[in-house]
């Protein structure tokens, strides 16, 4: 089929790099020249394992423009995933959303046409992405004749980091639209992915026990609130944990028996019982303000809701409680945070739990040195009133440090060689804000461990 994605982000580029690679035509829209630019010459603007292989293997079926006017006419589905961020009252803001609509109607040309909603929109947003598609089209001089469209939603459930097999091998795929005919051709596209007909990528083998996809096939709203109520419930789990990760403490419990404990529990399960400082990235914490914001336009409280988003912000807090905790002045002691992207595998820096422990430390006087594998160039250009705070080598963050908190779980500081650094710091403290490392090993090493829960 000929499919147009606009938006070339996390979400875009895997979308129609992977439906590229299981033989569909794709024409990816994106207005930045640059990202455009890097990505006809096969390199990949952001930090995603495997991305630039199956750029490769997919290329024959795949181009990169900024030209609407390239990607849309004859196209039989138009994938929007432009991104949504939010507004300062917590609601999304849909600008990118209304121009990339307006920028589809104005190219639109084939007999019918899905135009599907990827990015995370608030319920109701596939009917005035509607509205918006039929007044700009009503508006063209040179609108053609027998021209359909119908607009669907098709939620993105992707992990970045994971982005190319959640893509290849979902849990489920859900579509929603109130036209039946969308319906049946989002059906079609996704035919080999829902029976797992294709050939994998080299790089990326099928997990044994993929049987055929489950396709939930639904009506545009309930689409729309599956995703935001999917990740309200991830966010809920976590910081579920890090609530009674934290009473644990309290009772000299071990937290990491407990969430063993209940996750083998089958109607709980064990992933995302995870405790730390909590969850970050661009989802979870927009996905349920918008999620709020959206309940009380209905005059409905979501007081669940509240809650994990705010022992999610008090996590952070915590973390740098702990700290005070043990050093009992922060003015002047240098702090070294490992990780800054918000999860291992990403050079994804929003909403990261290390900024927000970073500024806290900064605001209490402490001298704070970050460091990251991957997203340090990342962080000096979306923040470079920070950049001085950043360490390229391990050594600069541990060099004299008073005390460490390990932020981010990327696999470089796991199988860290700790005891290389012990004598390089003044105090030995090690905060593990993901309950990650072996405490008894740590202590051997000669570090103090402390723990964020019990
Ligand atoms: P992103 O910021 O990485 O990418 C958005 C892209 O859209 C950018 O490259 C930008 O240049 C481009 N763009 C903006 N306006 C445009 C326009 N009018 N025309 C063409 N291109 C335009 O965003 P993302 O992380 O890919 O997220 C996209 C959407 O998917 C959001 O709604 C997000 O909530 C949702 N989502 C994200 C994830 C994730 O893990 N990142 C997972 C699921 C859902």
């Given at each position: ?73 004859g196209a039989d589905v138009v994938f929007v995933a432009v991104q949504t961020p939010s507004a300062p009252d917590g609601s999304p803001d849909l600008r990118y959303l209304r121009s990339a609509a307006e920028s589809v109607a104005q190219n639109l040309d084939h007999d019918f046409t899905v135009v599907v909603n990827k990015s995370t929109v608030p319920i109701g947003s596939g009917n005035w992405v509607d509205a918006i598609l ?131 529990d089958q109607r709980i399960g064990s992933r995302f019982l995870e405790p730390g400082v909590g969850w970050g990235g661009s989802c979870f914490g927009k996905d349920t303000k918008a999620l709020i914001a959206t309940a009380s336009e209905y005059k409905y409280d979501m007081p669940i809701v509240q809650a994990a988003r705010d022992v999610n912000q008090r996590q952070r807090e915590i973390a740098v409680e702990r700290l005070q ?130």
């Open positions: 089929m000929k499919v147009c994605v606009v938006g070339t982000g996390y979400v875009g580029l895997t979308t129609g790099v992977s439906l590229a690679f299981l033989g569909h035509q794709v024409t990816c829209v994106d207005l930045d020249q640059e990202k455009v630019d890097m990505l006809r010459a096969g390199r990949c603007p952001i930090y995603e394992p495997g991305m630039e292989e199956l750029l490769a293997e997919a290329a024959q079926h795949l181009t990169f423009t900024t030209s609407y006017a390239e990607g849309i006419p039929r007044d700009s089209f009503a508006q063209r001089a040179d609108r053609p004749q027998n021209c359909e469209f119908s607009v669907a939603s098709n939620p993105e459930f992707l992990r970045e980091g994971n982005a190319i097999h959640d893509t290849l091998f979902p849990d489920r795929i859900v579509i929603g639209s109130d036209n039946p005919r969308a319906l049946e051709v989002l059906n079609h596209l996704y035919r080999p992915l829902i029976n797992q007909t294709f050939t994998p990528p080299s790089f990326q083998p099928r997990p044994d026990d993929t049987t055929a996809v489950p396709l939930v096939s639904t009506d545009l709203a309930s689409a729309e609130l599956i995703k935001y109520a999917a990740n309200a419930f991830l966010a809920l789990k976590i910081s579920y944990v890090n609530e009674i990760g934290q009473l644990a403490g309290k009772v000299g419990a071990d937290i990491t028996e407990v969430a063993r404990g209940i996750g083998l905790s043990e050093l009992r002045i922060l003015k002047g002691r240098k702090i070294g945070l490992l990780g800054v992207a918000f999860k291992p595998n990403t050079d994804d820096l929003r909403d990261s739990p290390a900024l927000d422990i970073a500024n806290l430390l900064i605001a209490r006087g402490a001298r704070v040195k970050l460091h990251d594998p991957i997203a340090g160039d990342r962080f000096r250009r979306e923040y470079p009133d920070m950049a001085p705070h950043l360490s390229e080598t391990l050594d600069g963050v541990f060099d004299d440090c008073d005390a460490i908190v390990l932020v981010t779980k990327w696999a470089q500081y796991l199988e860290l060689d700790w005891g290389k650094f012990v004598g390089l710091m003044r105090t030995p403290i090690v905060l593990d804000g993901r309950n990650v490392l072996d405490a008894d090993r740590m202590q051997r090493l000669g570090y103090k461990y402390i723990a964020m829960a019990g």
